[in-house]
């Protein structure tokens, strides 16, 4: 396959030509822009609309509500900085779906890859004494990435050798990976000391470094940060990436073009088992400090939410994740302020989540802007 | 106690009865999915209409005092659900997939805020108020050794989750509207060319997939058990999907698969008896899907390939 070319100006006629060409074409970019950004505000209108609906059916004040959830997801420094640092965990497990779902490979998976991912981020968090902060904090970040890869090995493995469905293959695995874990902290690995069951206490050198005095705020979001550019840098910059796209576009046609299209569905599983993996391993190093069973609240759920709401792109991922962590964080803060359930919160989540693949919306809008601009086609 | 010993106080008849019973509910949410897979749709919402019907059927019974008045108000609740994601799928064009897992998102947040709002419980409803089931005896068969025992004393859903079975399948194959369900679920476009109108089989199929979860979730919440808890279905509209998979979206095969997650369920509470952990027992359900899966995979691969050797060998 060639890529496409661009066209080279060699004269100066030609020249005006692209100038013009490319001032058209900036001015689609920025009619795709507004379209985008007037579709994604109507669906969480939608979204918002639902969500108050359900609150007053409770006899409660939405717009009260919806105040209080602002005012605990960003009113002041140390909410804004709780909020980053619930973002990074659902950064990770939104690029792990993001570069699952960009090669059609349906990992529904994530919860349970995490968690295998933050167990073993934490038992060589508190097994291995005496290590030096750089060296233990890597050894558990890289044992919550393998452990998230090795989780989503076996659904890759039987979707390539005999064609099973990833789909119910990986949900299933979900459940295994929670009760295997609860077990774990149920017996062999109990702290008797822990209120709820859960593992001993990471040492303190397996903790991750703070960012700001009294929050959790840590390194672990800096890291989320990154790994979205690179993530971004491998899916559309890499030749892997390249392939990836479109056996994700069309696995037959990338076939038939020659490209490995069961290597590519390998390594997006093997990555995306990775990616959440790791956020397992950070929030466990970064927020809790032990393993605790049930200690995600849909971390994994979340992530897959947030990478269809950015269109599976790996840096819209970081607003579309910022977003769902303040709701999170709000949510919690609206229940003890006003009473209204966070339940709430999962409401206007599923029902962005059931708008945001809507067409009719984008098509009224792409109709509309595009008359005013017929010269951009 | 060796294992055998165990193995022989597990399997009684007790177990095959209770294998019924945990059938049922994987059966209707089963056969929701059927009716939608037949019309070509992967529902993948099942989860939370089995959520969302077992919430209302608590909150019908309590409010009319009946367990019918349950399953009425689970029924219309579950049908308002699947009309949702029908327009919003057909008529607004979004994608099924994501549109049956928004759906599991909803049910179960919109359950959990209905149970403070509504019953003012958290995480679990238990009431006096609650009217459940009653189980039935069958006098034909009561007194019947084995039989009697396997098969009088279910409650009336359990039996009509197996009756179901027969009229899906009578319903698809011996009806006009079922050969044309599942010609939409075929080939929409020549389906479409003879005069179908596939969208309104489309409505049809996912809002049977909602009556059908209505019933399921009911008997979730007023029979099996007589209460409401958070998450509810743990998993039982999944492993549907997983039944659905291996019996090729026909009634009476994917019946077979949800027998076997009874089956397994049903081990599972006799195992807990012995001391092992509850967690490892707990798993079995899921293990025995991923086997059950794998089955059925390798052998829809076989069969591919037997007919890609025939058509070569017919060619030649």
Known sequence: MTKREEPKPSSNESSTITTRASRSRLKSILIEVAIQAANYALILLVSLLAGGLVILFAGKNPIEAYGALFDGALGGTLKIADTLDRASVLILAGLAAAVAFRTSVWNLGLEGQLYMGAFAAAWVGFSFHGLPLAIHITLVLLAGIVAGALWALPAIFLKIRWNVNEVVSTLMLNYIAILFTAYLVAFPF???????????????????????????????????????????????????????????????????????????????????????????????????????????????????????????????????????????????????????????????????????????????????????????? | MGTLDILGRILTISLFATTLRMTTPVLFATLGGVFSAQAGIFNVGLEGLLTIGAFFAVVGSVTTGSAWGGLAFALVSCLIASLGFAIIHLELGADEIIVGLALNFIGYGLTNFLLIAMLDSTGFFQSPLLVGFETIRISLIDNLPVIGDLFSGHFSLVYLSFISVALAHWFLYNTPWGFHLRAVGENEEAAVAVGINARLMKYFGLSMSGVMCAFGGTFLSLAYLNLFSEGMPAGRGWLALAAINFGEGKPVKSMVAALIFGFTDALAIGLQQFGLPSQIVLMLPYVTTLVVLVFSAIRQQRRATATLAAAAAAEA
């Open chain 1, 190 to 377: 109990k702290d008797p000391a822990a209120l709820f069951p859960g593992t001993p206490v990471l040492d303190a050198s397996a903790r991750l470094p703070r960012l700001i005095p009294g929050s959790v705020l840590n390194i672990g979001f800096i890291l989320a940060l990154v790994l979205a550019f690179v993530v971004n840098w491998f899916m559309f910059r890499s030749k892997q990436g390249y392939e990836l796209r479109m056996v994700g576009l069309n696995a037959r046609f990338a076939g038939y073009a020659g490209m490995p299209v069961k290597q590519s569905a390998f390594l997006a599983m093997m990555l995306s088992g990775a990616l959440v993996g790791l956020g397992g391993a950070v929030v466990i190093a970064g927020f809790f400090g032990r393993f605790i069973t049930s200690f995600s609240v849909g971390y994994g759920w979340d992530g897959m939410l947030i990478s269809l709401l950015a269109q599976n792109h790996p840096l819209g991922v970081i607003p579309a994740a910022l977003f769902y962590a303040g709701l999170s964080n709000g949510g919690m803060a609206m229940q003890s302020a006003t009473g209204v359930d966070q339940a709430v919160v999962t409401v206007v989540k599923g029902t962005l989540l059931a708008f945001v693949t809507v067409k009719v919306f984008i098509d009224f809008l792409n109709r509309r802007l595009r008359k005013w601009a017929p010269s951009t086609s």
